[in-house]
T-cell receptor, first 112, second 115 residues
C-alpha cells in the first residue's frame, strides 16, 4: 500500500490549460514537499508546506496543504511546455525520522 | 561544483558482482540520504546519515546493501552479490541541517543495470 497516493498518474494537456495534481494519505505528515524531476536528473524541490491549510504560490503554481495535514494539491495555471516533467509529492511523517516518503508521481506533458 | 555529485552516472554489472556507488554531498551539509528509484516510481528511502552516524537504515532491502560515511562527508553505497531486481536509479540527497522540514538537495543519481 502506497503511503502517499498521487493522482492522476499521467496527464497530457495543451499549452494554456489549467491543471491540478493531488497527493493524498491516511497518515498525518509534519510537512509535505513537492518536487519536479526531469529525465536523467534528480528531483528539484519546488516548495515545502508545513502548516495545515497553508497555501503557497510560486508564479503560476499554487500549492495547498490540507487542514488535517494528510493531503496536498498542486495547481498550475496556464501550463507551458516548460512545465513538462514528473511531479512528486513527499512527506516527513510525524514522529518519524527525517526520511521522506514519496508518492509515485504525476507525469505531466504540456503540448505546444 | 555547488550541487550533490554522484558517480558513476551509469553502471552496468553482471549478476553476482559487487558494486560501489559514490555520493559527494554539498560541502558542509550535515544530513545525507540514499534513495532507490525504480522505473516509473517515486524514490524510496534506503538509509540516512547525520554526519558520520548512520541513524536510520530501515529501508535497506537486504544485508547485501551497505552504506558508510566515515568522515561525515562523502558516502558510499555498496551492493554485494547484485541481483537483477537491484536495477534502479540510486539517488543521494543532502540537507544543510537536521530537521524534518529541511529541503533535501538531490544529485542526478547513478543508473544501475544488472545483467
Amino acid at each position: 500500500t502506497q503511503l502517499l497516493e498521487q493522482s492522476p498518474q499521467f496527464l497530457s494537456i495543451q499549452e494554456g490549460e489549467n491543471l491540478t495534481v493531488y497527493c493524498n494519505s491516511s497518515s498525518v505528515f509534519s510537512s509535505l514537499q513537492w518536487y519536479r524531476q526531469e529525465p536523467g536528473e534528480g528531483p528539484v524541490l519546488l516548495v515545502t508546506v508545513v502548516t495545515g491549510g497553508e497555501v503557497k504560490k510560486l508564479k503560476r503554481l499554487t500549492f495547498q496543504f490540507g487542514d488535517a495535514r494528510k493531503d496536498s494539491s498542486l495547481h498550475i495555471t496556464a501550463a507551458q511546455p516548460g512545465d513538462t516533467g514528473l511531479y512528486l509529492c513527499a512527506g516527513a511523517r510525524i514522529g518519524g525520522s527525517e526520511k521522506l516518503v514519496f508518492g509515485k508521481g504525476t507525469k505531466l506533458t504540456v503540448n505546444p | 561544483g555547488a550541487g550533490v555529485s554522484q558517480s558513476p552516472r551509469y553502471k552496468v554489472a553482471k549478476r553476482g558482482q559487487d558494486v560501489a556507488l559514490r555520493c559527494d554531498p554539498i560541502s558542509g551539509h550535515v544530513s545525507l540520504f540514499w534513495y532507490q528509484q525504480a522505473l516509473g516510481q517515486g524514490p524510496e528511502f534506503l538509509t540516512y546519515f547525520q554526519n558520520e552516524a548512520q541513524l536510520d537504515k530501515s529501508g535497506l532491502p537486504s544485508d547485501r546493501f551497505f552504506a558508510e560515511r566515515p568522515e561525515g562527508s562523502v558516502s558510499t553505497l555498496k551492493i554485494q552479490r547484485t541481483q537483477q531486481e537491484d536495477s534502479a536509479v540510486y539517488l543521494c540527497a543532502s540537507s544543510l541541517t537536521t530537521g524534518r522540514h529541511q529541503p533535501q538537495h538531490f544529485g542526478d543519481g547513478t543508473r544501475l543495470s544488472i545483467l
